[in-house]
T-cell receptor
Framework: DTGVSQDPRHKITKRGQNVTFRCDPISEHNRLYWYRQTLGQGPEFLTYFQNEAQLEKSRLLSDRFSAERPKGSFSTLEIQRTEQGDSAMYLC?????????????FGSGTRLTVV | GDSVTQMEGPVTLSEEAFLTINCTYTATGYPSLFWYVQYPGEGLQLLLKATKADDKGSNKGFEATYRKETTSFHLEKGSVQVSDSAVYFCALRVNQAGTALIFGKGTTLSVSS
């Protein structure tokens, strides 16, 4: 297992279209996180799964965003009716269970451009 | 709410210069503190961490000490290399199971030979 994989690396879409991204975490990691990073900013937390359960969602995650992790392995993040403001790097990370002292392993991200 | 403030960049240094990137935090609990690095075209990588006051995290010649009294976690390196050119992010995580990492805005470091 070489790390966290994200697909695609880049996505260009027209405004109003739906897009879906995939994240494959490190196999023994039961926690999976989605972040969004815009230019010149740090990553912002979107949502988090423990196994297949989505345990927390940020207020940044509008109704147009939905994330799933159906079997507790890979996860998908879907954005419906994309807007130009959705253009960003979407990062996935995974981790082992801990009491908050551990870091995450991040994927390389999916760069979304909405035109 | 919990937050991280980093010094604004870019930071431009010559090779072998001393590096300091300032980071201060605000947290309601007792957080763990992290530095992540993002090299051009790559994902975020954990550089070092400290989980309690007065701990020093270190890796690849970089160091940072968890200072509770000044709520700081400044990143230092004695002699930077061109290969250290990257964006550096300070982050915190409250010591509670399942909590998310909260990042600063990042500081771009550019090292020239």
């Amino acid at each position: 297992d070489t790390g966290v994989s994200q697909d695609p690396r880049h996505k260009i879409t027209k405004r109003g279209q739906n897009v879906t991204f995939r994240c494959d975490p490190i196999s023994e990691h039961n926690r999976l996180y989605w972040y969004r990073q815009t230019l010149g900013q740090g990553p912002e937390f979107l949502t988090y799964f423990q196994n297949e359960a989505q345990l927390e969602k940020s207020r940044l995650l509008s109704d147009r965003f939905s994330a799933e992790r159906p079997k507790g392995s890979f996860s998908t993040l879907e954005i419906q009716r994309t807007e130009q403001g959705d253009s960003a790097m979407y990062l996935c990370a995974s981790s082992l269970p801990d009491r908050g002292s551990g870091g995450y392993t991040f994927g390389s991200g999916t760069r979304l451009t909405v035109v | 709410g919990d937050s991280v403030t980093q010094m604004e960049g870019p930071v431009t240094l010559s090779e072998e210069a001393f590096l300091t990137i300032n980071c201060t935090y605000t947290a309601t609990g007792y957080p763990s503190l992290f530095w992540y690095v993002q090299y051009p075209g790559e994902g975020l990588q954990l550089l070092l961490k400290a989980t309690k006051a007065d701990d020093k995290g270190s890796n690849k010649g970089f160091e940072a000490t968890y200072r509770k009294e000044t709520t700081s976690f400044h990143l230092e390196k004695g002699s930077v290399q061109v290969s250290d050119s990257a964006v550096y992010f300070c982050a915190l995580r409250v010591n509670q199971a399942g909590t998310a990492l909260i990042f600063g805005k990042g500081t771009t470091l550019s090292v020239s030979s």
